[in-house]
C-alpha cells in the first residue's frame, strides 16, 4: 500500500490546470460524452510513462490501489505498470516457464477484474493488447488453459452492455494479428459490426486494417466483400486506410458490379 499511495502522492504533485483542461476536452468528458465525470491531474503520457519506468516492481495487490483512483492519469499508471511486468513475464525464455505462467495469469485475472477501470479509449488501446492480446497466444493455466476457453473471456467481455468492455475484445486482437493469427479479428469484427457508437467503428475499422497489413490484405478484402453493405461509413474508412487511393475509392462507392 505504501508504495501505491507513493505514486499517488507523487503524480498529484504534478497537477498542471492549463493540461488538465485539454485533457477533458480532448477525452470528451462533458455532460452526455462518452468520458462524462471523468478526472485529470493534467499529466501527459511521457510524464506517466516516466513514473511506470520507476513504479514497475511495484507488488501486484497494490496495483488495484491505482487502478481504482478517481484520476485518469493514476489507472493509466497502474494499466502501464501491468503491461510492463506482464511483457517481463513473456520472454522467449519464460514463455513455458510454470512460475510464469502462474504470474502472468494472475495479472490477466486482475486485469479483468479492474477492466470496468479503463474505462476510456487510451486506457484500453495501451493496455488490452499487450496484457489480454499476449495473453491469448501463450499457454495459461486458466480454465481448461485451451483457445476455447480464452473465447469465452473475450465473448463475455464481447457480450456485455459496457462499450469499454467491447472495444477491450476487438483490440487486443491487435497482438494477435501482429502474430499472423487473423481469427481473434475476424470473430469480433463480426460480433461488433453493427455497434452504434463511432468509437467501435474506429476501434474495429483500425483491428481489420492491421490484421491486412499484418495477415492478409486479400482477407481483408474477402470480409469486405461479405460486409461492406452493412458496415458503418468510418468502419470502412478505417478498414481501407492503407489501400491505394483508387482501391479505397472503389470500396466507398461499392456496388454489386464491382469485383477485384
Known sequence: MDKAREIIEYMESLQDEEQREVLMRFFKTGPGEYG?????LGLKVPQTREVVKAAKDTPLDE???????????VRL????ILVDQFERLATKRLLKDAEAIRKRDDIVTMYLRYAHRANNWDLVDLS????LGHWLLLPTMLGDGTDDYKREVLDSLAQSDNLWYKRISIVCT???????DPSWCLRYAEMHLHHP????HKAVGWM?????????????RAFLHQHVHEMPRTMLRYAIEKMSETERKEWMNYDQTIYF
Not at 77 to 80: A, R, V, Y
Not at 128 to 131: Q, V
Not at 197 to 200: A, T, V
Open 63 to 73: 496495483v488495484p490501489i491505482l487502478l481504482m483512483s478517481e484520476w485518469h492519469e
Open 208 to 220: 481489420l486494417r492491421e490484421m491486412g497489413k499484418r495477415v492478409s490484405m486479400d482477407l481483408l
Open 128 to 131: 488490452a493488447p499487450k496484457i
Open 77 to 80: 499508471c497502474g494499466f502501464l
Open 197 to 200: 457508437h463511432d468509437l467501435m
Open 36 to 40: 462524462y465525470g471523468d478526472r485529470f
Open 174 to 180: 491487435w497482438k494477435t494479428s501482429q502474430q499472423g
